[in-house]
DNA sequence: CATCGGTGGTGCAAAATCGATCCGGCTGGA
DNA sequence: TCCAGCCGGATCGATTTTGCACCACCGATG
């Protein structure tokens, strides 16, 4: 196998037209480029220069390598070029994951506030049910609710957000149908691979023993704001509802932290430099209707 | 300015996944593999892999360096087979690459006689189990059997050859001992991967339902010839073993056709030309033996 | 004819690279 | 649970490559 950087070697005497010109380009002695050269064709089995008193002359099969050396050469180029150009330049692709409900009911408005900011960012979000592995680099950066801290990943880098609580919510219709003595039976929906959770109760209203059970969160919301029952929810869904209200004597519970994680490799780019200062700064402004303090609604 | 040779250890790394692979590949310790991937990593000031426990992994920046070192590869690849297609001379290496079957059980005298008979030329016998990669240079001339003519990669020249057919053999001694009534059972002699060929009938002979199972083509040879079962071969080695014959009642089949193959610049070179019209006259000579058809053995 | 600025080529010591190990960590199968 | 077989990383002589000085040669020039 040829040494590749021999090639460099080869371009530059066959451009300066001497073996000294070319080693002076390369900031080398020029015996260097002499033996670098006569390596190459002893490799090649073939000679690429004429030895003249005056300097080294491409030969037939010389000229027929400059056309491929040129190649590697501006393949090298465009090598360095673009390895230089992403790691300070803002354009090129963010991919963000996070749980569904924090996309659609919280941070969906700043998402497009960051988009709208740096057009140069082609942002993808990632937002399935299930949690994108940012070692395996399907995401650059991940939001999560994390309820013990034991459990982030170690070879990620983790940014503290606010916490996150959440209370029992139901219809403010239902609510009043209850007070006024509807018989209807009120229900707890959950989710069904959840179930109820042990620190949520039922407050002053009483549910009978038959939960409704949902897949999908989304659905949850959508049938306790019909009045199906009550169900638990994060504050920051519950109280930015107006047609929830929380039941009566149920208190809140914290759910866990944010936090924005982010890998080794890419946290050093601008683009993950730029976006995770700006959501965590939306985050902490965030923080007290997440923490289900009362808000002040317009 | 980067070392271009880093380049090669970079693709090295890429592709097998981990330092030490790579180093075996490219024939040197692991050591030199981490310092030179450190070396580029910190002349081009970015991380080309993520370092894991289990391996290196491209990172984004890698990602993209990657395709512009496959450039770079195979401009390499081109400038050797324009270098080595120029060479007329007879001195010099040609490399052929063929199944081991074939090299061992066929062509090896034949292989010996051309470098008798060209002294100059320096052989150089390509016989792994996997498929040499002309067009990376790995060898200039390729024998293959080709099973479907559509196979064949565009940017080589083929040259023709016979057809190859195989049939179902077993010992003579075992056929015997059958015969005479033995009670020991016959089974299938197979390669792992391949397992028993359809078009394969076990003729007058019944064998038991499990297989003898063999991961190489030799083994499969030994095995038969020690009259453990029937198996199938092709019939230049069936025949031409004085100790197996064909199993009474079986069919032969083709199993494809001899194919003499060439990169487009080396086909040029006398030493290429000069292999591949003798190989291709022995490989006449050769027809009716790899036909199948009678033998007469002295 | 001597000189000067250019060329390629060579020998030797210094410096950089590589080979060869050893080590600790991780993983998957026994 | 242990252990074999991977992995990357660190280390230290040995080897290769490089820097550097020096040489012979050629042609132009005064």
Redesign the interface.
């Known amino acids: 196998?040829?040494?590749?950087?021999d090639?460099?070697y080869f371009l530059a005497v066959a451009r300066g037209g001497s073996v000294r010109a070319a080693a002076e380009g390369l900031g080398v002695y020029h015996s260097t480029v002499l033996r670098r050269i006569a390596q190459l064709e002893e490799r090649?089995?073939?000679q690429m220069f004429e030895k003249l008193p005056s300097g080294y002359r491409l030969t037939?099969?010389g000229e027929?390598?400059l056309e491929?050396?040129n190649?590697?050469e501006a393949?090298?180029h465009?090598?360095?070029t673009?390895?230089?150009g992403?790691?300070q330049s803002v354009r090129g692709l963010l991919r963000v994951t996070l749980a569904p409900t924090l996309a659609t009911h919280l941070l969906m408005p700043d998402l497009a506030d960051f988009a709208c900011l740096h057009p140069d960012i082609e942002m993808e979000i990632v937002s399935s049910g299930e949690l994108a592995n940012l070692?395996n680099?399907e995401a650059d950066v991940a939001i999560r609710v994390v309820y013990d801290r034991k459990t982030l990943p170690l070879n990620l880098h983790g940014l503290k957000g606010p916490e996150l609580f959440g209370g029992v919510y139901m219809s403010c219709d239902r609510l009043a149908a209850w007070r006024a003595g509807a018989p209807d039976p009120i229900r707890w929906i959950v989710i069904s691979i959840h179930g109820i959770p042990d620190w949520a109760s039922e407050g002053e209203v009483r549910t009978t023993g038959v939960p409704f059970r949902t897949t999908d969160g989304e659905a949850q919301i959508v049938a306790v704001r019909q009045g199906l029952g009550i169900t638990t929810l994060p504050c920051f869904v519950g109280d930015a509802d107006p047609l929830l209200v929380r039941v009566p004597g149920t208190d809140l519970h914290m759910y866990g932290t944010l936090w924005l994680l982010t890998q080794?490799?890419?946290r050093k780019t601008k683009r993950v430099r730029l976006f995770t200062e700006f959501v965590s700064r939306r985050l902490s402004a965030y923080a007290p209707l997440l923490a289900g303090l009362p808000i002040s609604r317009d």
Do not use: H, K, N, P
């Open positions: 196998m040829i040494d590749w950087d090639i460099r090649l089995g073939a037939a099969a027929e390598v491929l050396a190649q590697m393949s090298s465009q090598l360095e673009r390895v230089f992403r790691d070692t680099r080794g490799e890419t």
